[in-house]
């Protein structure tokens, strides 16, 4: 079993940055995702990263302005959010995917997730 928890969420002014954290229990060698989910719209894929770290991938929405990194030391994965818009406004979910796999966008394909942090931008 595993277990996630997400921190750093809060509220910031548009174009400020925050930094999210994503702490996973017991396991170093996952693929990590982040998704998003912001009121009365599906949950949507953010960016994830492979278990070494050599590989990342983004969403458009969010592509050049926020990066995912990892530290397999302290098994925490991390999301910078930079340049904040409105619409960045979201609970934000980090996600594993246990074993040396693949990056995947879909949210079906990972197996733990945690209990959310939200993100709130203001105009």
């Known amino acids: 079993q595993v277990q996630v928890v997400e921190s750093g969420g809060g509220l910031v002014q548009a174009g400020g940055s925050l930094r999210l954290s994503c702490a996973a229990s017991g396991r170093a060698l996952t693929v990590t995702g982040w998704f998003r989910q912001a009121p009365g719209k599906e949950r949507e894929f953010v960016a994830a990263i492979s278990w070494s770290g050599g590989t990342t991938y983004y969403a458009d929405s969010v592509k050049g302005r926020f990066t995912i990194s990892r530290d397999n030391a302290k098994n925490t994965v991390y999301l910078q959010l930079n340049s904040l818009k409105p619409e960045d406004t979201a609970v934000y979910y980090c996600?594993?995917?246990?074993?040396?796999?693949?990056?995947?966008?879909?949210?079906?394909?990972?197996?733990?997730w945690g209990q959310g942090t939200q993100v709130t931008v203001s105009s």
């Open positions: 996600a594993v995917r246990p074993g040396l796999k693949a990056i995947r966008t879909q949210g079906t394909d990972y197996d733990y």
